[in-house]
């Protein structure tokens, strides 16, 4: 089994910037995709980014949703196996519960149907 915790999110202005973890715990294996989901209001749950860990001796290769590039960073920190989104020049479109997710199989693993374990969301919410 595999346990997610999630921290961060908040209310922003326009513009700001917010920083969210997902702490992995349990049996994650050294080779997995993490992933950050997101759901705004009335709106099914959408991706945003993923990072494919190949294993502590392998670099770790990203990619984002079109809406973020260029604003959100997803890195991961494999002292904590701690996944990060860092999220910069937010707007109000960003606003949504985010959540963290993981699977360990290999693939690109871009919709929510893919992933096996899910941290519990966090709201994010960007005012105008």
């Known amino acids: 089994q595999v346990q997610l915790v999630v921290s961060g999110g908040g209310l922003v202005q326009t513009g700001g910037s917010l920083r969210l973890s997902c702490g992995a715990s349990?049996?994650?294996?050294?080779?997995?995709?993490m992933a950050w989901f997101r759901q705004p209001p009335g709106k099914d749950r959408e991706f945003v980014a993923r990072?494919?860990?190949?294993?502590?001796?392998?670099?770790?290769?990203?990619n984002y949703a079109d809406s973020v590039k260029g604003r959100f960073t997803i890195t991961k920190d494999n002292a904590k196996n701690t996944v990060y989104l860092q999220m910069n020049s937010l707007k109000p479109e960003d606003t949504a519960v985010y959540y963290c997710?993981?699977?360990?199989?290999?693939?690109?693993?871009?919709?929510?149907?893919?992933?096996?374990?899910w941290g519990q969301g966090t709201q994010v919410t960007v005012s105008s």
């Open positions: 990072l494919w860990s190949g294993g502590i001796w392998a670099n770790s290769s990203t």
């Open positions: 349990g049996r994650t294996g050294s080779r997995y995709t």
């Open positions: 997710a993981l699977d360990q199989r290999v693939g690109p693993r871009v919709r929510p149907e893919e992933y096996a374990y």
